[in-house]
């Protein structure tokens, strides 16, 4: 007997990274924390991450969040984010577009000016700055995650490419850091698929030589991203400029620069001396989409120069809807929704 299960969307987009944001329609998860209800999600109810980024319902180019309870009464929600790669902890686009989408659909009432609240990611509490004018969100600020250099200065011989130069960060998951010029790369939209081709090899030759670990919460994962570094141009005082490309995927670059990627770069600047807390890099992708990081202080944790950052960007709501899912769909029959999702 054919069973349909409902799920009511928002569809934003941060930088041209799309956010599919899930407001209604699946059960409560169990667990005290939103990192609990993750790892709950992740290895008992996989299936709602797949039906919602695969075809027919979507592509590995987007990202989810679900928006849950948080336990914390400081916070207005709680929110899970689901790319093709799993499960993140952290991200700048997807907490952007959440952040948004929590305004948008009437979780919070919108507040004209500078609007702070509290969101609960899988890495724990956020802070949310939305600025409001005329009832329109034009921008978020969220703070990025402790960011640090893991190796600085290695290099790695890359099959077809040869030694290439790189530096290692964590800023919400590991990234290798590598500069595009030295590889022949302008960091143009013609380059996408050059780019997402080279970034793969490369992060297959790190991960085939080393590990990475963070300093307190241990195996955090492999290396997965890569961001390609274009020279930095000073705008003003303490105000730099870059372009800048992320991978995140096999085939798959980022549409904007990320805010992981942001933050990892203000980690190497920190690193070599090139900026101070209060200095600012705007990244621009190959859409000339725009992310700006904010190097807000430094503290010294286990030997590593740990660099305390905000990134600021605006999101746009493309869609409000309602995904229907069949069970006698063949497209669907690999699937299991009665878990996660409720009956319509």
Known sequence: MNQQFALRLMDTHAGGDVSRIVLGGTYDLPGDTVRARMTHLRDEADD?????????????????????ASNDPRMVAGYIIMEVMGYPIYSGSNTICTATAVLEAGL????????????????????????????????????????????????????????VDYHVAYSGGFYALVDAAALGFALVPDEERQLAETAH???????????????????VGPLSFLHFMGPT????????????????????????????????????????????????????????????????????????NVVENTITGRAYVIAESQIIANTDDPMLSHLSLDAIVAPR
């Open 48 to 68: 709602l991450r797949r039906l919602l980024l695969e075809e027919p319902y979507g592509i590995p180019e987007m990202s989810v969040d679900l928006i849950v």
């Open 108 to 163: 919070i009432e919108k507040q004209e000016g500078q609007q702070r609240f509290m969101l609960e990611s899988p890495a724990g509490p956020v802070d949310i700055v939305a600025q409001i004018d005329n009832g329109v969100v034009r921008s978020i600020t969220c703070a990025g995650l402790p960011s640090y250099i893991d190796t600085l200065d290695a290099r790695v011989d890359v099959p077809g490419i040869g030694l």
């Open 201 to 219: 090899a490369i992060v297959t030759a790190i991960r085939d030589e080393r590990r990475f670990a963070h300093y307190s919460l241990g195996d």
């Open 233 to 304: 141009e000073t705008v003003g005082p303490g105000y730099y400029r870059s372009r800048s490309a992320t991978y995140v995927h096999p085939g798959v670059i980022c549409r904007s620069t990320t805010g992981t990627g942001t933050s990892a770069r203000l980690a190497l600047m920190n690193q070599r001396g090139e900026i101070v807390p209060g200095d600012r890099l705007e990244t621009v992708s190959l859409r000339d989409t725009r992310f700006v990081g904010e190097f807000t202080g430094r503290d010294r944790v286990d030997g590593h």
